[in-house]
């Protein structure tokens, strides 16, 4: 079993920087590679950013390219989102997710999700 554990939502303007962070416990996190998903109200859940379990690699929705920055800290047993240039559009429920792979992440074929954080961004 892996736990996640979100945090750093909040409330901010448009403009604004935020960095979510997710703690895993449990298996080893390092066999994972990780994923940021989210849901705003009355839309589904979508995917966000995925990283590798070696965090070489980084895969980001096009909403968020260049906007947005996934990293992994193997070591804290721990991955961040930094959130830059933040929009209305960006407010939704944050999750991180673990993953066998990149690809799985990407199909939403997750084994673990964390419980989210709020994001909401004011205009």
């Known amino acids: 079993q892996v736990q996640l554990v979100e945090s750093g939502g909040g409330l901010v303007q448009a403009g604004d920087s935020l960095r979510l962070s997710c703690a895993a416990s449990?298996?080893?996190?390092?066999?994972?590679?990780m994923g940021w998903f989210r849901q705003a109200p009355g839309k589904e859940r979508e995917f966000v950013a995925a990283i590798t379990w070696s965090g070489i690699n980084t895969y980001y929705a096009d909403s968020v390219k260049g906007r947005f920055t996934i990293s992994r800290d193997n070591a804290k047993n721990t991955v961040y989102l930094q959130m830059n240039v933040l929009k209305p559009e960006d407010t939704a429920a944050y999750y991180c997710?673990?993953?066998?792979?990149?690809?799985?992440?990407?199909?939403?074929?997750?084994?673990?999700w964390g419980q989210g954080t709020q994001v909401t961004v004011s205009s």
């Open positions: 997710a673990a993953g066998n792979t990149v690809a799985a992440i990407k199909r939403y074929e997750l084994d673990y």
């Open positions: 449990g298996r080893t996190f390092g066999d994972y590679a």
